[in-house]
């Protein structure tokens, strides 16, 4: 996308903003300047992935028996403290992505136009502002670099009030989220560390009598005609509230077309803690349906056993927009905007989960995690080892394996009027993170 001159100009104020913002904390950090006390916090990672899959022959059109791809990342992140009322805080982040699942994603938007778009970097154009710029790309790879936070947070007795890029986290789905409608974690992702930055205005006021109150408006801009649109835009707020030992949620939102209505709670049965959420979703009258419900429940549990620390998660999901008809969901409008918006990550209507995690050693975790539609039956399962070689150097090593027959979710099932299948495809990877 060629930018314009307005958003040309942005970018050389945002880039002017933070080179103000890196002086300042060089020149003045520790020390009173301008009747303020300063202070400053930095780090990042720099992570390298190396990926084998091994896809469905029916499923692509490259013609290799296993694909691999690779991905470098930068991540620089820093934060000052304004005195004891203000920061500003700033991420800063690079990519180095490409391989065979790239090669075959080109070929395959070339010859199936309709299809769900696989996912990529991120872009802005839906933000309110441009800060994605992609330096190089072909059908083989992509190098991009963006900040993906850029925020000022002013913080009175009441709460706080944050403009910027940020990222909120809402619901308490631990695997399955309904009610985090903003950029939610994909339910089989390994690196939960970041989620992607949205540019929104977030207020929180605390109430001691009460409980807290956010509020929050994220606009957006219809990608076609780069103008802020109110049916691309959300409104949201949440009270959240405690009554005795359980915690309360309630939410009321206006997502793109569609209104939300969300109620939450956690709590203690034993030694376990025990949540819940439901979301009714008001579709638009564009839809042939009304509107439709997601619920999530879970449990969690840490015990010992035999000297070793576990801890496990069971968590059930229901998607009342789902479908039996997997090609079907597809082609609903109201289905295909969630996925390509990253809001929803399944087709069928009643999913289980679980997850256990043994401490082998204090440096090394393992984790096994299963996801299965109980309707075909289909799902996945994705074993990994964390180990911690030292204070700052983290690896990771893990894959994902699918199971189910021909014309179930997790299996594969068909395109209707061609020969190409949809499939996730059995994958393993290497994961090494180093901490500065």
Known sequence: MTATPRFSRLRRWVAAGIGVLFWMTLLFGGSPAFGL???????????????????????VILEKDAFTDGVAELRLKSKVYLGDRWDAEAHYEAFL????????????????????????????????????????????????????????????????????????????????????????????????????????????????????????????????????????????????????????DLMLARHYEDGVFGAGAMGYLLNAAWRADATWTLLDSGNDRSGFLSVVANLDYSWVWKGKNFY???????????????????????????LSRGEMFTLGRTYLAGQVRMEAHPLVNLYLLLITNPADPSGVIQPRVVWDISQSLRCIAGASLYFGGSGTEFGGFSLPETDLEIAPSPQAFLWLTWFF
């Open 37 to 59: 006390e300063i202070d400053y916090q930095w780090g990042g990672h720099l992570r390298g992935l190396g990926l084998v899959s091994w896809p469905d022959p029916d499923a």
């Open 97 to 248: 992505s490409g391989g065979d699942s790239r090669r075959n994603a080109s070929k395959m938007a070339a010859a199936f136009p309709g299809l769900p778009p696989e996912s990529g970097p991120p872009t802005d154009d839906h933000r309110l502002f441009d800060l994605t710029k992609t330096i190089d790309a072909d059908d083989s790879g992509v190098l991009y670099h963006r900040l993906d936070r850029l925020s000022l947070t002013y913080l009175p007795d009441w709460g706080a009030v944050t403009f910027g890029r940020q990222a909120l986290t809402w619901g308490n789905g631990l695997i399955f989220n309904p009610m985090d409608l903003f950029n939610p974690f994909r339910p089989t992702d390994f690196n939960r560390d970041y989620k992607t930055g949205d540019d929104m205005a977030l207020v929180r006021i605390r109430a001691s009598t009460f409980g807290e109150f956010q509020f929050l408006g994220v606009p957006r801009r219809d990608p076609g005609n780069r103008d802020v649109e109110w049916d691309q835009s959300s409104l949201a707020g949440k009270f959240h509230f405690t009554k005795g030992t359980t915690e309360f």
């Open 312 to 338: 496990g998660l069971i968590e059930g999901y229901y998607n009342g927009l789902g479908e039996d008809d997997y090609a079907n969901a597809l082609a609903d409008p109201a289905v295909s905007n969630r």
